[in-house]
């Protein structure tokens, strides 16, 4: 018989956070009660194949982690929330699921941002996610597939994260998807793909459009689901070369007011009260204390706005700039029921295939199958902070001997955060504030 308890603490042991976001402690997730779990297998960024590997190789463990979730919590019904046109994933899916109760695959259209929590539960279940609200408020738990993953490894396996799925892309010689040991440095992945193929471009850990910019001493995270090679004179590393000061500049002098940002912006069309166009109207004039300036924090930064504005601005920057203030005021919005109904919504869902045009990357687009190969490396730096809440606090110190799956920094009780471990067999040989460094012996 499974423990609830047991499930919760397993799952907290082994630091599983939400691999596909901001890296949300799951044992969180699974100590509440709902009606539904969502599998998100939405993947709705361009160049990604990370969770398509992960189905095709590992779809029993997902469906077992899934399982384990909807114990947890009490939820009556699992859904697996895929594209349509993932097709051999959905084969995989329907073939195994048989052998699941309560379980069933909702298909999605291909637009982008398909797998944004508020839009894949009005996708599947209809209903809306108060504004500044989280999916529990509709009785709903959504996890990314590969966090569900991880949750079956830490309970049937009593395996911690220690290794990652990550799509290594773009302008690359090789593209591939495959598995790397946590802590390893970008330019030892950027290696295994045959280096970029481009001489001006930018690493981008994540997705080309809310991915962070990186460089090639930084390192995959529990939170890293690709590494992308991006081309000068594309979107993504165009608009990384703008500096803030310049977007507000080009904000007050440029922006037409022809709202495009805001009949296409996927929160608006939920319902919520974000008009981005407002929003670069309200900067243009100072009025910094305006409605809608506290409306940015409804802002999920998808970027849609800034791939079409025709003035090239970039209302997602003003947004993300006016939410840090914000939050340094201690300024937040009220959680709010959407009441407002947007009928013209299923029309201006924005195609994915012409967000990859609109990226400019349509050259450097090609599908990627997963790679098995053992990778061993000399070196790992694990943060110490690769979570939402607090960083883990070390209980090893220099020149200990760890072995691959060690704890080597907990979180405090009490603490939002997760566990650390480590990812591969060496000797602690560095110790700072915001990371452990293991060398391989």
């Given at each position: 018989m499974i423990n609830n308890n047991e499930i919760i603490e397993q799952v907290k042991n082994a630091g599983v956070v939400g691999a596909g976001g901001a890296g949300f402690p799951a044992h969180i997730k699974l100590n509440s009660k709902c009606d539904v779990v969502i599998a998100n297998f939405a993947e709705c960024e361009p160049m990604l194949f990370t969770n398509q590997a992960l189905i095709l190789t590992y779809a029993d463990e997902v469906l077992k982690g899934?399982?384990?979730?909807?114990?947890?919590?009490?939820?009556?019904?699992?859904?697996?929330?895929?594209?349509?046109?993932?097709?051999?994933?959905?084969?995989?899916?329907?073939?195994?699921?048989?052998?699941?109760?309560?379980?069933?695959?909702?298909?999605?259209?291909?637009?982008?941002?398909?797998?944004?929590?508020?839009?894949?539960?009005?996708?599947?279940?209809g209903k809306k996610i108060p504004m500044a609200g989280i999916p529990l408020d509709v009785g709903v738990?959504?996890?990314?597939?590969?966090?569900?993953?991880?949750?079956?490894k830490?309970?049937?396996?009593?395996?911690?994260?220690?290794e990652k799925f990550v799509t290594v892309g773009g302008a690359v010689k090789y593209p591939m998807a495959l598995k790397v040991p946590i802590g390893m440095k970008f330019n030892e992945l950027l290696d295994l793909s045959g280096g970029p193929i481009t001489k001006d471009f930018v690493l981008i850990d994540g997705g080309p459009m809310m991915g962070k910019e990186v460089g090639l001493d930084d390192i995959v995270t529990k939170t890293t689901s690709a590494l992308l090679v991006v081309p000068v004179n594309t979107l993504p590393y165009n608009s990384r070369r703008i500096k803030i000061d310049v977007q507000l500049k080009r904000a007050r002098t440029a922006c037409?007011?022809?709202?495009?940002?805001?009949?296409?912006?996927p929160r608006y069309l939920l319902g919520h009260k974000l008009e981005p166009h407002k929003i670069m109207r309200t900067v243009s004039f100072g009025l910094m204390d305006a409605e809608s300036v506290t409306n940015s924090l409804l802002c999920s930064e998808c970027g849609l706005c800034e791939v079409t504005c025709p003035m090239g601005l970039s209302p997602r920057s003003i947004n993300a700039t006016i939410k840090k203030i914000l939050s340094e005021?201690?300024?937040?919005?009220?959680?709010?029921?959407?009441?407002?109904?947007?009928p013209e919504r299923e029309s201006r869902k924005f195609s994915a295939k012409k967000l990859l045009i609109r990226l400019g990357l349509s050259d450097y687009y090609q599908h990627v199958d997963y790679t098995d190969i053992k990778i061993k490396i000399r070196e790992v730096k694990l943060l110490l902070k690769q979570h939402a809440g607090s960083p883990a606090t070390p209980v090893v110190k220099l020149g200990d001997r760890v072995n691959k799956n060690d704890v080597i920094a907990k979180v405090q009780e009490g603490q939002l955060g997760a566990n650390i471990h480590a990812s591969i067999d060496g000797t602690v040989v560095k110790i700072d504030e915001t990371s452990i460094v293991i060398k391989s012996e």
């Open positions: 899934l399982q384990l979730a909807m114990q947890a919590t009490g939820a009556k019904k699992g859904v697996i929330a895929l594209k349509k046109k993932y097709e051999d994933c959905r084969k995989v899916l329907l073939d195994k699921i048989k052998n699941y109760d309560n379980m069933e695959i909702f298909e999605l259209s291909d637009f982008y941002p398909a797998g944004d929590e508020h839009v894949i539960v009005n996708e599947v279940l738990v959504v996890h990314n597939v590969e966090t569900l993953f991880n949750i079956k830490a309970y049937y396996d009593k395996l911690p994260v220690t037409c007011q022809c709202r495009i940002c805001t009949d296409l912006c005021k201690k300024v937040r919005y009220n959680k709010t029921s959407v009441e407002v109904e947007r």
